[in-house]
């Protein structure tokens, strides 16, 4: 554990923040953009998956624990959440043949 953590000091802060920030941004432009549900649901697991990876730089960095612990439990939440998502879509598509998002919107009606 102790190699680990020389390795993730090894390169500055400013890097993981900055490539953080850009895989957080990639998944805000999934979410906004793309109408498939599936590929929504990778681009929230980007943005988790870009919180995970400063959680854990962060907690090497200060030597504590309870980062990682954080990690632990967001990807526990992640996992419940790609089920439940994916058990949604393909009921979604065995009712209505599409994943398309803007069409759940005419369920309402």
Same mark, same amino acid.
């Given at each position: 554990?102790?190699?680990?953590?020389?390795?993730?000091?090894?390169?500055?802060?400013?890097?993981?923040?900055?490539?953080?920030?850009?895989?957080?941004?990639?998944?805000?432009?999934?979410?906004?953009?793309?109408?498939? #549900? /599936? =590929? &929504?649901?990778?681009?929230?697991?980007?943005?988790?998956?870009?919180? *995970?990876? %400063?959680?854990?730089?962060?907690?090497?960095?200060?030597?504590?624990?309870?980062?990682?612990?954080?990690?632990?439990?967001?990807?526990?939440?992640?996992?419940?959440?790609?089920?439940?998502?994916? #058990? /949604? =879509? &393909?009921?979604?598509?065995?009712?209505?043949?599409?994943?398309?998002? *803007?069409? %759940?919107?005419?369920?309402?009606?």
């Amino acid at each position: 554990m102790e190699n680990i953590t020389q390795a993730i000091t090894l390169v500055p802060i400013n890097h993981y923040i900055l490539f953080s920030t850009i895989i957080f941004i990639i998944g805000i432009i999934g979410v906004l953009t793309r109408r498939n #549900a /599936i =590929i &929504v649901f990778m681009s929230i697991e980007l943005m988790l998956n870009a919180v *995970n990876l %400063l959680l854990a730089a962060f907690s090497a960095y200060r030597g504590d624990a309870s980062g990682q612990i954080f990690v632990f439990f967001i990807m526990a939440v992640a996992a419940a959440e790609v089920a439940v998502g994916l #058990a /949604i =879509i &393909v009921m979604t598509y065995r009712n209505t043949n599409s994943i398309d998002i *803007n069409f %759940l919107n005419k369920l309402k009606n």
